[in-house]
């Protein structure tokens, strides 16, 4: 995440350059910002990392993911392999999915507490992703590997969710 900053803080020097300080301020200032963490986090570093199996429980691992996204947001489901042949989803990976989700809704709370001109949100998408999993002729293909969901997917879980977490934080 720290290069994502070091992006960023690119993105708005080359912003400046373009369009002036001024109006690049007022873009930064006025931006949406989209920040995803969890699944892959789960997927490829906690389950396939066996040192992390053995340095951290589930429990442990999921509130140092919390703690680090709070981290990047101050300075500032899941499906896999291990599904097999069928790619079914994993309980241990959905559960611990859950868990995570739980743990960014409490810090995300608290930190609209201690900061009350940020808007922040959870875009909690596992239960509308499971549902898609769960009715993939109603939706069309769901998955263009073991766990990135196809543009269409996204295209459905933005205009579902997104809308609804704008209303929801600016009413």
């Known amino acids: 995440m720290s290069r994502q900053l070091q992006l960023f803080d690119e993105y708005k020097m080359k912003l400046k350059s373009f369009i ?69 989803c994993t309980e ?30 959870l875009i909690d998408i596992y239960g509308p992703l499971l549902d898609i999993m769960k009715n993939p002729r109603k939706y069309g293909y769901v998955f263009w590997d073991s766990f990135h969901p196809t543009e269409n997917v996204y295209n459905i879980l933005v205009h579902g969710l997104l809308g609804k977490v704008l209303v929801d934080l600016y009413s």
């Open 20 to 88: 002036g300080e001024k109006r690049a301020d007022s873009v930064v200032a006025n931006g949406l910002y989209v920040v995803s963490a969890g699944s892959n986090d789960i997927a490829n570093t906690y389950f396939h990392t066996l040192t992390r199996l053995f340095d951290y429980s589930v429990s442990s691992y999921t509130e140092l993911l919390a703690r680090s996204a709070s981290s990047f947001l101050q300075s500032f489901p899941t499906r896999t392999l291990a599904g097999g042949i069928e790619r079914r």
């Open 92 to 121: 241990d990976y959905n559960q611990m999915a859950q868990l995570l989700n739980s743990k960014l809704t409490s810090e995300l709370h608290r930190l609209n507490g201690a900061f009350p001109r940020a808007r922040m949100a």
